[in-house]
């Protein structure tokens, strides 16, 4: 008989099923496989036993714990203080110290070990992210043989960034150790590609595997999705959706920003951007409010510290030069909003405004265009580094860096006529309905299936 499905990732919802399209398409999975699902838990004491959680649903969930110093040295040291930023592209802001890396290899390997205990031959694992790069390798190196599948959901990090990783020389055979690796897009399995074929011990196979330390790792991109349907429900299509208790006057037209107060976000450059439109705004033009939510993360982290008082400070100068008695420009919000209401702010927004400096998929996109009414649908401005750019090719793709290029798309969006705008949210909406969350997690599985049934061949 098939084995269980094992998805081990840093975050589990706990209490239920949990919501958000990842955790829901994980959720999912597991039900319909039957598993394991592993994430980790704070503990006063950290031990290395499993901590089962008895919940409703089909499938076990177990914790693994972590105490303060696990927290800070594994969690906000090497996983966001090191491979984020490096993985983002941001090595300039790595902040890194020597009992980092000690967390972060002694939370994997005390992981891999309890994993032993409780593997079964047929097994499948899944893992999630950069919390775990190193797993797979400290399995193996237990005599773990089980199929071991990764995915990474931000970007793989390019050669010359990886130099500032002090695991470097470690890498490959970390990614090596996994049999299918998922990346979001072709760029990303470009780059993990260019770094195997950089290195003098690893092999590119006919089929397109690498062969590095005697393994074979299949490379592919499994760009992530949304749940459509749910998001177009929470919109309120047809029946007003949630309320806001958003107010426009009759002159004015919304953009919107959704995202984790991140440096990876490009939060900074877009305010920016906004200004410069408003700068040279014609007199008669609509009002234009930038509806901002940015719910603050890893506020333990310098730089998100730093992240925050900037933009705080670009708002009040941006709103001191542009509000009216009536009117202030930028309305920035700092929690996190129920779904209902984020949906229903999109679809009333004419603008959505996705324009990270680097991000693996960014699902805000995609979200954004599946709450839109197809009847008179919003326009998505996107960053050619989201990943999202790679299917999203009918948004106005835009160069995030360029902040007249994003002003001059802001113009663009809010006077694009119905016809170009429904044509664009048509090819976008097909996209990423071909591509769901279901799709992603049912390719993803069918090819860790696949990559067993190849090495078993190639064993025989
Ligand atoms: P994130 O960096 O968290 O994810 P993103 O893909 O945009 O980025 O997902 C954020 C999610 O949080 C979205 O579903 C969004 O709606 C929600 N969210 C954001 N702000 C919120 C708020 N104020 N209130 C409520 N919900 C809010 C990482 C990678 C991405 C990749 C995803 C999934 O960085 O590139 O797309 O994982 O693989």
Redesign the pocket.
């Known amino acids: 008989m098939e084995g269980r499905l094992i998805v081990v990732s840093n975050r589990m919802p706990l209490g239920g099923a949990g919501s ?3 955790v829901v398409a994980l959720h999912e999975a597991l039900s319909a496989e039957g598993g394991v699902w592993i994430g980790s838990e704070e503990a006063e004491v950290a031990d290395d036993e499993f901590h089962r959680h008895e919940e409703d649903v089909p499938y076990e969930k177990l914790t693994f714990t972590l105490d303060a110093d696990d927290h800070a040295e594994y969690y906000l040291g090497y996983a966001n203080s090191v491979l984020w930023p490096l993985c983002h592209r941001r090595s300039d802001l790595i902040d890194y110290e020597a009992r980092f890396r000690a967390g972060y290899d002694r939370v994997n390997r005390r992981l891999a070990e309890m994993l032993t205990r409780i593997l079964q031959p047929d097994d499948r694992l899944w893992v999630h992210d950069y919390h775990f790069f190193p797993l797979a390798a400290h399995l193996r190196a237990l005599g773990v043989e089980n199929r071991i599948g990764f995915f990474l ?2 970007p793989f990090p390019n050669g010359s960034d990886l130099l500032a990783l002090p695991d470097r020389e470690s890498f490959p055979g970390w990614i090596s150790a996994y049999d299918v690796v998922g990346l ?1 897009t072709q760029r990303d399995v470009a780059t993990c590609l260019e770094m195997f074929r950089s290195d003098v011990d690893a092999e590119m196979m006919l089929d397109g595997a690498i062969k590095h330390d005697d393994r074979l790792v299949e490379l592919r991109s499994f760009p ?1 999705g949304i749940d459509v349907e749910v998001m177009r429900s929470a919109a309120g299509e047809g029946e007003g959706g949630a309320d806001t208790r958003l107010k426009l006057d009759a002159r004015e037209r919304l953009l919107i920003g ?3 107060l ?1 440096y ?1 976000k490009g939060l900074v450059k877009r305010l920016q951007a906004f200004g410069v439109y408003l700068d040279k705004r014609p007199p008669d033009a609509a009002r234009a409010t930038l509806l901002q ?3 603050p993360t890893r506020e333990d982290v310098r730089a998100y510290a730093e992240i925050r008082d900037e933009l705080e400070r670009l708002t009040g100068a941006i709103n001191g030069r542009h509000s009216e008695i009536d009117w202030t420009p930028i309305r920035y ?1 700092h ?5 209902e209401v ?1 949906a229903t702010l999109f679809r009333r927004a004419s603008v959505g405004l996705v324009t990270p400096l680097a ?6 996109a995609k ?1 954004y265009v599946a709450s839109q009414n197809p009847d008179d649908p919003g326009v998505l401005i996107l960053s050619r580094f989201a ?1 999202a750019a790679e299917q999203l090719d009918q948004a106005l793709i835009v160069n995030p860096y360029d902040t007249d290029e994003m002003a001059q798309a802001i113009e663009q969006a809010l006077k694009m006529p119905l016809e170009e705008r429904k044509m664009r949210h048509e090819s976008m909406l097909a996209e990423i309905e071909a591509h769901d969350i279901a799709w992603w997690s049912s390719q993803f599985l069918r090819a860790l299936e696949g990559r067993d049934v190849r090495n078993r061949q190639r064993d025989a």
């Open positions: 958000g399209g990842l959901h931000i979001q992530i959704v995202d984790r991140d990876s939510i940015a719910p919000i929690r996190q909003v129920p779904r984020l991000d693996g998929m960014n699902l805000v979200e990943g």
